[in-house]
């Protein structure tokens, strides 16, 4: 189990993450989801033991991380802008990590690399950045880990390459219990494959939660009435967090149980009315929209 408590981190006057509290439980998917300069690749970082904290702690398994080269053999990280040695080949890198982490398995790696068609001779500096997702994504499967730190590991990889990679992180979780950590602005790609979304804006988290319960408990809502309806005075009585009107036609956005929703809005007598599934695009923008983050203020 990872957890943070109340972390913080600032790079001079800019206050990257503020007092965040996550728990990510072994065995699950965890995406972190967040408007840009939100603190998710800051985040990623105190948690791989690259930056110290500011304030608060984070762990891995009860051990502290930075500098705790036995808390470092727990997790793989894939950074957003991979770093790779001078002239490196994934021939050297197997041997590179085969040191590192106890568990590398090279054996693995070198079907892996022939399965995505990757030269284990070839200078991964002639890689194409699509390619060089693929090997680091390849290297951390094969490490062994616990742990796999992913940040913006789908950008750069074709549908085909997306698809394979969810596949592998699928069967490692199911045969190994592997937890991956998925930093991403994509989120069909995490809406696939998360079990838990952590949503962050401005440094801090917005909600953490399981997707599902995300979903259960947030619904939009069409419906068209009477010009002489008290729509506005049973929405009075709803969670509303958005609501959008076209002529008699609204769309409502709210919080709370399906049935309850509906319940409410019918003695409005509707002329009709639907409930339709939000898309994980569709909570983030709700959520974030009612943090201050209103996508009307970026483009008019």
Do not use: W
């Not at 982490?101 to 022939?114: G, I, S, T, V």
């Not at 729509?231 to 769309?251: A, F, H, M, N, W």
């Amino acid at each position: 189990m990872i957890e943070a408590k109340n972390v913080s981190k600032s790079f001079g006057d800019i206050l990257a993450v503020d007092n965040v509290s996550v728990t990510i439980r072994e065995g699950s998917v965890f995406g972190m989801i967040g408007t840009n300069g939100a603190g998710k690749s800051t985040f990623l970082r105190m948690a791989a033991g690259v930056f110290r904290p500011d304030n608060g702690t984070i762990t891995l398994d009860d051990m502290p991380v930075y500098e705790n080269p036995a808390a470092k053999q727990e997790f793989f990280y894939i950074s957003d802008d991979q770093y790779f040695f001078a002239n490196t080949t994934p021939k050297e890198l197997m041997r590179y990590y085969s040191v590192v982490y106890p568990k590398f398995n090279k054996n693995r790696m070198r079907k892996m690399l022939a399965q995505f068609d990757l030269d284990e001779k070839r200078k991964v500096a002639t890689f194409s950045k699509g390619m060089k997702k693929q090997l680091s994504v390849i290297c951390g499967i094969c490490a062994g880990t616990k742990y796999l730190f992913c940040d913006e590991t789908f950008d750069g990889l074709d549908p085909v390459m997306r698809q394979a990679v969810k596949s592998i992180f699928a069967q490692e979780i199911e045969e190994r219990g592997l937890t991956p950590v998925i930093a991403s602005h994509n989120l069909r790609e995490l809406e696939d494959i998360c079990d838990h979304v952590g949503l962050l804006h401005r440094g801090g988290v917005l909600l953490s939660r399981e997707l599902e319960d995300m979903k259960v408990n947030i619904h939009k809502v069409q419906c068209a009435f009477k010009a002489d309806s008290n729509i506005e005075e049973v929405l009075q009585s709803i969670d509303v967090v958005k609501k959008e009107i076209r002529g008699s036609l609204y769309t409502i956005t709210a919080r709370g149980n399906a049935d309850d929703i509906r319940n409410q809005i019918q003695t409005a007598n509707p002329i009709f009315m639907e409930l339709l599934p939000l898309s994980l695009e569709e909570i983030f923008i709700s959520e974030t929209e009612v943090a201050g983050y209103d996508i009307k203020k970026l483009i008019f």
